[in-house]
Each structure stands twice: as C-alpha cells, then as structure tokens.
C-alpha cells in the first residue's frame, strides 16, 4: 500500500476550500486590499486571523482592528501560510474523540509550529514561513488515519501504550508507511509547495541522516523538542538527545537550542489560543 492509497475517493480529505488556492495566487499578483477583501468574505476566518495578529506571537498587542493592518503586521506570505494551517484541521472535526483529544492535537501542533519557527530561525533556514506550516501540519498523517482506519489506528495505539516511537514501528509494520509520509502525501494532494511535504516527512529522519536538506535538519530539531516537552524534560536534557542523535555535530550550537527551547511554550500557547 502506497500512502496516497488512502486519500483516493474522499473530496473532503483531497481539496481543501477555494480561497487557499485564491490567495496563494493573489500573493504574487495582488495588492494587500484585494487580499484583505478576499478574505473578509469568510467572517469566522477574518475573526481568526485578526486574534492571531493581536496575540502575542506577533505582537499586535490588542490594536489591530482591520484585515490591512493584520496583514502588514503578519505579511501576506504568512497570512497565507497561516489561512492553510487554520482550515486544513477543520478536515477533521468529526474525528473520534476515543482516537484523538482535538484540543491536545491543537496544542502540539502550535507547540511543533512555534518550535520549528524558532529552531529555523536560529539555525537561518531559507525558508522558515513553510516551517511555520509544516509543524502546525506535522500530525495531519495521524489525523488521516484516524478518519479512514479508526480499527486500525485504535488497535495500534493500544499495543503502543503511549509510545510515539512504537506507534511509528507499528504504522510502518501495518501500512508499509508512517503519518509522516501520509502527511506528506496529504500535502502534496493539497498542492502545497513540495518544501511543506518534505519538511513533514523528514521529522523522523534522524539528524544525522544525509536524507536531510538544510530546513528538513530544524524540522527533526523541532520535533525533538515536542517529544523533550510532552515528557517534561529540561532544555539541557533535550538537547542532549539532540547530540546524541547527531553524532555531537548540530547544525545549532547547544547553548542556543538551550535557549529556544524555553521560549517556545509561552510563544506556542499565544498560537494556541488564536487558531484552535
């Protein structure tokens, strides 16, 4: 079985709304007003995007009041990037809630989005907006399988007994491929750009691997840190997971991820608080 298999007669999961492709369009040919009207014609997204630009995370401290301030202070390629992450979730409301916790999802995903964003940052990526987009999509795969094999997914979450990297031995004995490369096969089905559909699936490449390109490297690094976070553990003892994994050679010297590493949550709960 290839991933796409699974994604094959289900509109819902292979299309994602109009207005993604319009605005991807309109970022390299239109003005900040006539994306700022496209997107006032959707109210519940125009009220989602101005609390992220008031949120913390972009510093809007409270005063931005129209969709053209929003967009000057976020950006149009940001804005964009961040109308993909917010409507690609809502593919998946009706999720069993006995497979998933929706609101632990969200907050991972903001989690794994803001660590992306502050590791790519550090290490200087080249394209660090799409790293925003791929942590925030980073788990879409799972979301995936849990709409279209829920026996499947529950029998495998009960042998992995809260194991993230059994779940990952486990997809790859049952289905031939884990949620990563599913993710990467939704995004690429969705037409994103082929950097977001790599970046999501080189998160479980180690970081030594020279499967890696230059971005896909802080993808692993944020991924680290999501599972260094969810079991409680200090900055120093993250990164040195990090150097074990990297034979002592990280592409960021350990005393900065140190650093990133405990800026992230306060960043990702004010991301949090504004998409999901």
Known sequence: MQPQDLLRGDIR???????????????????????????????????????????????????IQSLQQAIALVGTRELVNLVMASVA???????RQDLVDMDSFGQRAAY??????????????????WLFVAGLLH??????LYSVRPAD???????????????????????????ADLGAALARQWKLPETVANLIQSQLWPVSSDRHDHDSRFMR?????????????????????????????????????VAGYTEIPERAQAIYGSLF
């Open 13 to 63: 999961l292979v299309s994602l709304p109009t207005i993604v492709a319009e605005l991807n369009l309109m970022v390299a040919t239109g003005s900040t007003r006539d994306i700022g009207n496209l997107v006032a014609k959707d109210a519940a997204l125009t009220a989602r995007l101005l609390r992220i630009a008031n949120s913390g995370y972009f510093g809007g401290g409270g005063g």
């Open 89 to 95: 979730a809502s593919r998946f409301a009706a999720i």
């Open 112 to 129: 794994m989005s803001v660590a992306a964003d502050t590791v790519g940052r550090l290490g200087k990526a080249q394209e660090k907006g």
């Open 139 to 144: 788990d879409i795969g799972s979301l995936v």
């Open 153 to 179: 997914s529950q029998d495998i979450l009960q042998q992995a007994a809260g194991s993230p990297q059994r779940v990952v031995e486990l997809e790859s004995e049952r289905f031939g491929f884990t949620f």
């Open 221 to 257: 690094l944020a991924r680290c840190f999501l599972q260094a976070s969810l079991t409680e553990r200090s900055g120093e003892e993250a990164v040195a997971d990090i150097l074990a994994e990297s034979g002592d050679s990280p592409p960021i010297d350990g005393a900065s991820l």
